[in-house]
């Protein structure tokens, strides 16, 4: 056997350090921009949205008029929530004003409502006579709900929710009729 010589082994040509810094500039672009468009899509998809409140209608089942008003007013209401995360409310109130006065009030007890799902309530009052002064063949109460609570996104952030709905109500003064009411 005839001794061959190895032959040197390759070195690696000399790096440059251009080369490895533009090396990192290109993957910390890279890791920029995909984190901007992770962002961009969660806060897109995923951004709580306050939960909305509509009195969708309004009965009287008694009415009596005389120099003072006695009624009992009935509301229905819903509440949506439309995000992707629960709907703790605490702290909410409905009230029912008379000339800036207010007639009625009752709290609204705690609870949730899930993601995407609507929540139906009915709220009534019992008015005692009060006195009132009658311009014409109506009479007009406001109704108030609020709604204070909490939305959970991703079990990880919190956003703070407060939402209101004011409503006016128009009642005929001879039988006790809503006319119509607006939000």
């Known amino acids: 056997m005839a001794n061959r010589k190895k032959p040197p082994p390759l070195s690696p040509p000399p790096s440059s350090g251009r080369t490895n810094l533009a090396s990192c500039i290109v993957a910390t672009t890279f890791l920029t921009f995909i984190t901007i468009i992770l962002l961009i899509i969660f806060f897109t998809l995923l951004n709580p949205h306050n939960p909305t409140i509509t009195i969708t209608a309004v009965q009287l089942p008694s009415f009596t008029i005389n120099t003072t008003v006695t009624f009992t007013i009935s509301h229905y ?24 006065n207010q007639m009625g009030f009752m709290f609204v007890p705690s609870g949730e409502i899930e993601a995407r799902r609507t929540e139906y309530m009915a709220a009534t009052f019992s008015v005692e006579g009060f006195p009132v002064v009658v311009v014409g063949p109506s009479l007009e109460v406001e109704v108030r709900m609020e709604m204070v609570g909490r939305v959970k996104v991703m079990r990880l952030f919190t956003n703070h929710v407060d939402v209101r709905v004011e409503c006016r109500v128009a009642i005929d003064v001879n039988d006790g009729s809503v006319l119509g009411f607006r939000c």
Do not use: D, E, M, R
């Open 77 to 100: 209401i819903t509440v949506t929530n439309p995000n992707h995360g629960k709907f703790t409310h605490y702290s909410s109130s409905l009230q029912l004003l008379y000339a800036g």
